[in-house]
Structures are given as structure tokens and as C-alpha cells.
């Protein structure tokens, strides 16, 4: 997740594209806006992980659960 300049109360979904070295810039795909944007390093935040530390799980049968 990443929180942009332009509206600092609000956190997206996010993909890392590109690192820099020492916290640098980061370039990041914003995936609510189906955009690349360069944002401090700063601005990423923890995606929220479930109960059981995963975002996701199969079921006895194999399907996907979110």
C-alpha cells in the first residue's frame, strides 16, 4: 500500500516496480488508479495481513479463499 502527496488520508493498493538504494525513491504501480508513480520510500505502508498471516488460503477442496 502507498500513500500519495495528493491525498495523504488515503492509502492504495500498490505494487513495487522499482527499489533504490538507502530508502530512495521508490516506483510503484497504484493499482486504484492503473498507474506508475515514483513515491518516497516513506509512503509505503504495511499491506494489512489476516488472522492467520496470509492474505489468502485454499479450501479442503482446493479453492481460492480471500
Known amino acids: 500500500m502507498v500513500v500519495l502527496s495528493s491525498q495523504p488520508n488515503k492509502a492504495y493498493n500498490a505494487f513495487i516496480q522499482e527499489l533504490t538504494d538507502n530508502q530512495g525513491p521508490v516506483v510503484v504501480f497504484v493499482e ?17 495481513a489476516s488472522r492467520n498471516g ?11 479463499q480471500i
Do not use: A, I, N
Open 32 to 48: 486504484d488508479l492503473g498507474e506508475k508513480r515514483t513515491v518516497p520510500y516513506s509512503s509505503l505502508r504495511h499491506f494489512p
Open 54 to 64: 496470509c492474505q489468502y488460503s485454499y479450501s479442503d477442496t482446493g479453492k481460492l
